[in-house]
């Protein structure tokens, strides 16, 4: 028997050993919907993430500040896979989150273009609908 505890105090059980998404869902299905990822025992982890012992799990959304820094960090590496799958011989550098947003650089041997930059946001949004782990 697995024993979950919420920030509130409220302790779940689960027969086996639960993902995230798992307890989320035991809480709501609004919370599973909205699930990005979890605190366990303090220690950052993805949705998908198998609690195996006891432990103190907080579920993270874009509501909290750790989410909105998920979604820019995820962002950039869409990004990143989005450029690298329309130019192949893009080198990635670097894709950090900063405060209002994030930002990568790429080596290429030319600028993007506007019509680029449309095509790599839809890629994006392609790859988004896929719902493959990036």
Sequence with gaps: MIKITLPDGTKLQ???APTVMQVAAKIGAG??????AASVDD????SDFIIEQD??????TA???AGLDIIRHS???LLAHAVKQLFPTAQVAIGPTIENGFYYDFAFERSFTP???EKISARMQELVKKDIPI
């Design 14 to 16: 689960f027969e086996e």
């Design 31 to 36: 919370l599973a919907k909205a699930t990005l």
């Design 43 to 46: 220690t950052p982890v993805n």
């Design 55 to 60: 432990a103190a799990v907080k579920i993270i």
């Design 63 to 65: 509501k909290d500040p």
């Design 75 to 77: 962002s950039a590496h």
């Design 115 to 117: 019509e680029d930059l």
